[in-house]
């Protein structure tokens, strides 16, 4: 009698626990170290590229850094050459990547000296922001769900005067590889524009 007690107790702990893979943060949203924590919204829509809305999500992170992907803490990253945002997203996604969002200014000034390789116009993975139009990066999203509340506190950036995030007309920005006036701050874009394009790949 003993015996079959402690058995169902067995059971039942065992149903209650839930196994994960990646270091995923099941029942919280978030994966990968940050991502889909704040994901980007179905109204953000580009309207130049027909009202295409970046929703990809990673489903497992990379064992290790790929062939002419450089690592940098737990992430592999790729300069991707020039394309349109839309298809500069969906040439990461294949590889299980999102356009590259810098977390802070050290990873912005390793990646740039480490994977751009030209100096040019870079995008940048922010798209659409929560108030429909504004100049405050804490307002954006980015293509892997991190939250830009967060990261704007470490990498206080801007939008040069006269320039703004939407959620369809200019829902993307970029920054200039090796310019002091761009570094960090944005130029809004259209998206449909070819810019270059690095792309992130979380490890796990």
């Not at 029942?27 to 990968?32: D, I, N, P, T």
């Not at 590259?100 to 100096?119: A, F, G, L």
């Not at 920054?175 to 524009?193: A, D, G, P, T």
Request: charged letters at 20%; aromatic letters at 12%.
């Amino acid at each position: 009698m003993l015996f079959v007690f402690a058995l169902l107790i067995g059971v039942t702990s065992a149903a209650n626990v839930i196994c994960t893979d990646y270091g995923k943060d099941i029942g919280g949203g978030g994966a990968f170290d940050g991502y889909y924590v704040r994901p980007v919204p179905t109204n953000c829509r580009f309207q130049h590229r027909g009202n295409w809305s970046p929703q990809f999500r990673i489903k497992e992170g990379q064992p290790q850094c790929r062939g002419g992907w450089r690592k940098w803490k737990n992430k592999c990253y790729f300069e991707a050459g020039g394309r349109n945002w839309q298809d500069g997203e969906r040439f990461c996604n294949q590889h299980q990547a999102h356009i590259w969002q810098p977390n802070d200014r050290e990873e912005y000034q390793w990646v740039e000296q480490n994977v751009m390789r030209h100096n040019t116009w870079y995008y940048l993975g922010t798209v659409c922001n929560s108030r429909g139009q504004t100049t405050n990066p804490a307002d954006f999203f980015t293509a892997s769900g991190e939250d830009m509340r967060q990261i704007q506190q470490k990498l206080n950036a801007r939008m040069h005067p006269g320039h703004h995030i939407n959620n369809h007309s200019h829902p993307c920005l970029m920054s200039h590889r090796n310019n002091n006036s761009w570094r960090w701050q944005y130029h809004h874009q259209h998206c449909h524009e070819g810019r270059h394009v690095v792309c992130e790949a979380p490890m796990g």
